[in-house]
């Protein structure tokens, strides 16, 4: 495994992601239609939204975001609050349920942050599930690998909400790229990446690459992390919605869609003050052991069977 080009251990067969059964297909099927529906909106209004000032283009963002979960049955669960200063876990605003309306139970939601200092958002990678799911709870230009680039719909989608892109396959471009996320920052943006650099299947967690901390420091902006899971209704950690290995992004979308009261589950800790910290290695260090030291449902783990 390169460390410029990480990769996880992780495969579909491996992690126990399960083929849906017949009896989901009408389900799937509605699920899909639905979905199709709502990215041919967001491609039609993203021109629009792209005009916007920033606090209204991240509430269409948001709106949008919770649309497309709806879209394919995933309920948003969230602890925590993203209002909250460095050195202080959030406590309201929130917290709670998001179902079927796409309202939020437990707290108003908003982010008072949006439009002031940048701020760099990382959490652990498990799904393609994970843009839409922190877009749900704070919009912020992604950090994304050029290939997205080239997706259909979904890079269309990333270009035009100002995705920042990574070549993987060029490590001397990594500089050049490091110094683009910290202009973003010092610009008050908020940018989110994941770490890892692969996506894992959720049972256990690879360690964060610490390039992109570099930004956070040279910027001064204070570091989020956000700790990521999903789960089939009350149970434990779910593969379900992993998209890792040779998994096919039309396989992962289908699992998705057939699948009965997936939860995505967000947990936010305090965010990190740079100056506490060093150097990067540090920062990193710091935001992985935020990130793990979410309840059972967020730890490390095996892959083991299908929940």
């Known amino acids: 495994m390169s460390t410029w080009l990480p990769s996880a251990p992780c495969t579909p067969t491996a992690c126990g992601a399960r083929v849906p059964a017949a009896a989901a297909l009408p389900r799937a099927l509605l699920r899909l239609a639905a979905l199709a529906a709502v990215l041919v909106v967001g491609i039609a209004l993203s021109p629009l939204a792209a005009r916007c000032a920033p606090g209204r283009r991240a509430r269409l963002v948001r709106l949008w975001c919770r649309a497309l979960l709806h879209a394919v049955g995933v309920r948003l669960r969230v602890d925590g609050d993203l209002t909250s200063r460095p050195g202080r876990a959030g406590s309201e605003g929130c917290s709670g349920v998001t179902g079927e309306g796409g309202g939020q139970a437990g707290g108003s939601g908003r982010n008072t942050t949006e439009g002031r200092a940048g701020v760099l958002v990382v959490a652990n990678h498990i799904s393609w599930l994970d843009i839409p799911v922190l877009a749900a709870v704070r919009p912020a230009r992604m950090l994304a690998k050029s290939e997205v680039r080239t997706w259909p719909v979904a890079g269309r989608l990333a270009v035009r909400g100002r995705t920042l892109f990574i070549d993987r396959s060029r490590p001397r471009a990594l500089p050049g790229t490091v110094a683009g996320i910290a202009?973003?920052?010092?610009d008050g943006a908020a940018v989110a990446a994941f770490p890892?650099?692969?996506?894992w299947c959720g049972r256990d967690r690879g360690p964060f690459r610490r390039a992109v901390f570099q930004a956070a420091l040279d910027a001064h902006v204070p570091v989020q992390p956000v700790g990521i899971a999903y789960a089939l209704g009350c149970k434990a950690p779910s593969t379900t919605p992993a998209f890792v290995g040779d998994d096919t992004l039309i396989a992962s979308v289908w699992r998705v869609?057939?699948?009965r009261g997936l939860v995505a589950r967000v947990r936010i800790p305090a965010a990190l003050d740079v100056g506490d910290h060093p150097d990067r290695r540090s920062l990193a260090r710091a935001a992985q052991d935020?990130?793990?030291g979410a309840p059972s449902a967020y730890?490390?783990?095996?892959c083991g069977a299908p929940q």
């Open 183 to 186: 202009a973003a920052l010092r």
């Open 290 to 292: 935020a990130v793990d």
């Open 299 to 302: 730890r490390r783990g095996g």
């Open 196 to 199: 890892e650099g692969s996506t």
């Open 257 to 259: 869609a057939a699948a």
